[in-house]
């Protein structure tokens, strides 16, 4: 069975800094595109970060470009969100998802992919 699990998430000061987790269970994704996305009440889940099967190429939200960093480590199943100069309007609860239909292009829309994480909560003060 697969699985996502999400770690990481708290509270932290505007300013400060995150690093999410997502390991993977029941199959190996190192073949397949993964991704961030997070979502807040009553709104659309927002596209964050994601990152092609080899790590080679990663994209970014605009709102998040030059402070959020995706990495993935295929020999462990897990990808990786770091976050860096938190602010209020980053609170969100994170979902990471993978993408099993595709290995070559890296989709940037949540109906891409395929398996998604129970999601971690994000909440920064301001």
């Known amino acids: 069975q697969v699985q996502l699990v999400e770690s990481g998430g708290g509270l932290v000061q505007a300013g400060g800094s995150l690093r999410l987790s997502c390991a993977a269970s029941?199959?190996?994704?190192?073949?397949?595109?993964m991704g961030w996305f997070r979502q807040t009440p009553g709104k659309e889940r927002e596209f964050v970060a994601a990152?092609?099967?080899?790590?080679?190429?990663?994209y970014y939200a605009d709102s998040v470009k030059g402070r959020f960093t995706i990495s993935r480590d295929n020999a462990k199943n897990t990808v990786y969100l770091q976050m860096n100069s938190l602010k209020p309007e980053d609170t969100a609860v994170y979902y990471c998802?993978?993408?099993?239909?595709?290995?070559?292009?890296?989709?940037?829309?949540?109906?891409?992919?395929?398996?998604w994480g129970q999601g971690t909560q994000v909440t920064v003060s301001s």
């Open positions: 990152i092609s099967r080899s790590g080679g190429r990663t």
């Open positions: 998802a993978v993408d099993v239909r595709n290995t070559i292009g890296v989709p940037t829309v949540a109906s891409e992919y395929d398996y």
């Open positions: 029941g199959r190996t994704f190192s073949s397949n595109p």
